[in-house]
């Protein structure tokens, strides 16, 4: 059983920075194909982020240019660099596999609150 721990939330000014981390724990030697989601009061689960086991990266129109994900295989940890915050980017973020493959048990995910 993998579980995943989503960390480094909180609450920040329109324009700041934030820098979440996800940490894989459990039935798990190295971190492949991994994303980051949020989900924002009232609305679905959406995609933010992707990487590859090549680390190759997507990310959703709405964050691209902003956002950044990246992993570390020897700790098992993803990570998103969230720069230049907007209050839209308001939401819960979890992290966990792309969408196209199996999924591990869901965390807790962190909270990440943008103020005007």
């Known amino acids: 059983q993998v579980q995943l721990v989503e960390s480094g939330g909180g609450l920040v000014q329109a324009g700041g920075s934030l820098r979440l981390s996800c940490a894989a724990s459990?039935?798990?030697?190295?971190?492949?194909?991994m994303a980051w989601y949020r989900q924002a009061q009232g609305k679905q689960r959406e995609l933010v982020a992707a990487i590859t086991g090549g680390a190759t990266t997507n990310y959703a129109d709405s964050v691209k240019g902003r956002f950044t994900i990246s992993k570390d295989n020897v700790k098992t940890t993803v990570y998103l660099q969230m720069n230049s915050l907007k209050p839209e980017d308001t939401a819960v973020y979890y992290c966990?596999?792309?969408?196209?493959?199996?999924?591990?048990?869901w965390g807790q995910g962190t909270q990440v609150s943008v103020s005007s």
């Open positions: 459990g039935s798990i030697v190295r971190i492949n194909n």
């Open positions: 966990n596999t792309p969408p196209r493959f199996i999924s591990y048990p």
